[in-house]
């Protein structure tokens, strides 16, 4: 049964679980643990991204977010073409912004994405060769972002400056302005 299709909460509670598993080990790659580098590279070849891609589907934002979550951690050396593009796509398919928590789910794109703006690496250079339009892309999103009024909605107020933050940080990136952000 495609994902998309499920409704099962204890199901979906536990692929978020699994995330959670998969979610760790990449961060220990990243800060260079040698098992967790080769746990992660075998969980690369076996289709990782594919799979969390496929959670992804499933209507639960918890689990949504989960998922983005976990691709923020994937190592960039880990990440090819085609998981590029499906992030890519996240933030090119999103016609609204206000539906469930698609601000957070935008805001971890966009992180995603200045990994990769910034990336020395393969990945990095065919990220800004292939996807230069993401600019335009997290324009056009701050443009739809600032026209929402939120006023008098603390929470709605929170999600709209986190998407905001995180389409700035990426288009930052993307010019080559490495300075930090305060704040």
Do not use: W
């Not at 590029?84 to 999103?94: E, G, K, Q, R, T």
């Amino acid at each position: 049964m495609p994902l998309k299709l499920l409704r099962n909460k204890q199901m979906m509670s536990a692929i978020g679980a699994v995330v959670g598993v998969i979610k760790v080990y990449c961060q220990r790659a990243n800060d260079e643990d040698p098992d967790a580098i080769e746990v992660s590279n075998k969980l690369d070849a076996a289709g990782r991204e594919q799979v969390l891609f496929q959670a992804k589907e499933a209507p639960d934002d918890d689990l949504k977010v989960l998922v983005m979550e976990c691709l923020l951690e994937v190592p960039i050396n880990n990440l090819q073409a085609p998981e590029v593009s499906n992030i890519v796509d996240i933030v090119a398919d999103c016609d609204n912004l206000t539906v469930g928590r698609t601000e957070e789910i935008l805001s971890h794109a966009f992180s995603i994405m200045r990994k990769l703006a910034t990336d020395d690496g393969e990945e990095g250079i065919h990220f800004r060769r292939f996807h230069a339009a993401a600019i335009h892309m997290a324009l056009d999103i701050l443009v739809r972002n600032s026209g929402r009024d939120t006023r008098g909605h603390e929470s709605e107020s929170a999600e709209k400056a986190e998407l905001s933050v995180g389409a700035v940080k990426f288009l930052r990136a993307s010019s080559f302005d490495c300075m930090p952000l305060s704040g």
